[in-house]
């Protein structure tokens, strides 16, 4: 009976981790192979044999990238890195701004602050196309980087994280600090922004993750290949200037490597940001 | 709240020894002991307001106008929206995202689920790199992904028609198949969120105790058992949650259609943004009002099934 119930727990210890491992297998290797085939010598990717290995790594596409005049790679990655820097930046300065008075303190319409912010939940930037383009458009922001930055920063994700961490926060601290005479503004800035800043940490870090990825809002309102960034810029290189599919990968790559450094790096950090959202929204 | 304190103090006394005194007075003398509040509010509301609510009421207003690039044009009342279900090309694009969305939740889920129990086994070992292995897809771009999976599916080269030949099968043109090129996409789209899923469910899972399991081992419940017994009840408000996520992200889809298929082949993979992006910008026909309309049909279907779902999970709770 002993032995049974051991081999069947061997057994089912085995399946566990045989369906773990090949789901694993299953979602890495596109990055793999992403990354294999712009090392490739062109001769051994464009072939019916699977190559799994390469014989010769080379980074010759890399080289033709950057030295193509009509493809300003560099300026790219520095576009992407603007707009997701600025938009991180005006999304988290924002959200912890009001996170503090509309979680913590009787502020009369607050309610409907915290109502209007949510519903923007709603409204991802590819059902209001023609409205962001509208109002960008209005203010006489289409092709610059601040047009870009500011629908980028509407993210209610990372507002909602602050929030529910300064929510539970014990209040003691601020009440005594308010009794004592201190104002709201020090009560913020000296209590509840080092007290939440685990989710500070977090929200930014997801505002970033998903600014860098965005694609639709540039795509709308980018208008000369010297505002692209690099997701706009590797539609563009394909579909514009027809290139090799190991051109457009290697511009795939570069565009993904910065995402995941960041998250791999921080994971903790992330997978925290995403489960306060996900077990009190 | 030294400040607020004074105020309901002031407002109170004044009512008091005033009786005549209207009661708004203590609402506007609150909303001015509030006013660093409100300073602190503002500009995420400005934020939001301009760059996200007023978009989607300028549509709104746009689709029911004859409207052309920047010119309003006449009121057409719901004309736009009657031209809409006249119109192939928006119910193929109307179908597919249904179809995309509804076959995206429910493979998404089931794979999730099935990773988020077995990573969760009290002896499996390294959770964090399955985890963040499984999360890999989910901060990679959809361009990227898009341009991955475009490269795989390739029909003479690809990686996967390539090794099915190893077993003397001759894969399809994946992206260009007519009933192919749809499900195809739903693929890089389930791999692209298991990881998502896969981690919201894993940290509800994380809250069951292990008490409920002992108990029904006691009383004979096998694995399966306790797994529609115990695990999937209580994790009712996460799969809610996972819905919602589904809902409000997969209807939405966009960089995946262009990168990948550009709507081909034969509209199969057309979904409503990508066809209203090109109604408004690239078919130079410019009909602004039309694909206004197409564009509150989408903001339509995200709030209904968001609220439908909402109901039957997180609210019945």
Known sequence: MRRQTTFVSVLSQVATYGILGTTAFLMAF???????????????????EIGLIPSTLT?????????????????????????????TLVCVVTATLAAYPLSRRKVPGGKLAYFLIIATMMVPGEVVLIGIFMVVNAFNMVNTYQGMIFP?????????????????????MDEAALVDGASIWQVLWHIIIPLAQPAIYSATLLAFLSAWQNFTI????TQSNNMYPLSVGALFTETTLYATMQETLSLSTILTIPTLLVFVLTQRFVFSGITTGAIKG | MVRSTEGERAGVASTL?????????????????????????????????????????????????????????PFVGLKNYASLLNSVGFKQAFGNTIVFTALSILITLVIALVLAVLVNAPRVKFKTFFKVIFFLPVVTSFVAAGYIWKWMYEP????????????????????????????????????????????????????????????AAI????????????????????????????????????????????????????????????EAFSTGLLRIGFSAAASMVLF???????IISNRLTIRGE
């Not at chain 2, 080269?157 to 003397?168: D, M, P, R």
Request: hydrophobic fraction near 55%.
């Open chain 1, 30 to 48: 596109p990055f793999y192979w992403m990354v294999v085939t712009t090392l490739k010598p062109a001769a051994e990717v464009y072939t019916t």
């Open chain 1, 59 to 87: 980074l010759f596409m890399y080289r033709k990238l950057l030295s193509d005049p009509q493809l300003p790679v560099v300026r790219f990655f520095f576009n992407s890195a603007i707009i997701s820097l600025g938009a």
């Open chain 1, 152 to 172: 980028l920063a509407v993210n209610a994700v990372t507002f909602l994280i602050i929030y529910n961490y300064v929510l539970q926060l014990p209040k003691e």
């Open chain 1, 218 to 221: 540039p795509y709308l309102l």
């Open chain 2, 17 to 73: 020894q005033v009786p005549l005194l209207r009661p708004q007075s203590v609402v506007i003398r609150s909303i001015w002991a509030e006013r660093t509040s409100y300073l602190f509010i503002l500009p995420i509301l400005l934020l939001y307001v301009v760059f996200s609510i007023w978009p989607i009421i300028q549509t709104f207003h746009l689709s029911f106008y004859d409207a052309k690039i920047i010119r309003l044009g």
């Open chain 2, 156 to 215: 003479s080269f690809g990686v996967l028609n390539t090794f099915l030949a190893l077993f003397g099968i001759k894969g399809p043109n994946w992206l260009s198949t007519i009933d192919l090129a749809l499900p195809s996409m739903i693929a890089v789209n389930v791999w692209k969120w298991i990881g998502y899923f896969m981690v919201i469910l894993l940290a509800n899972l994380q809250l069951i105790e292990p008490e409920y399991y002992e108990a």
């Open chain 2, 219 to 278: 009383d004979g419940a096998n694995t399966l058992q306790q797994f529609f017994r115990i695990t999937l009840p209580l994790l009712r408000v996460a799969i809610g949650l996972c819905v919602v996520l589904g809902v409000v992200n997969f209807l939405r889809t966009f960089a995946l259609v262009f990168v990948m298929t550009q709507g081909g082949p034969a509209g199969r993979t057309e979904v409503i943004a990508t066809f209203v992006y090109k």
């Open chain 2, 300 to 306: 339509a279907l995200i709030m209904i099934f968001t």
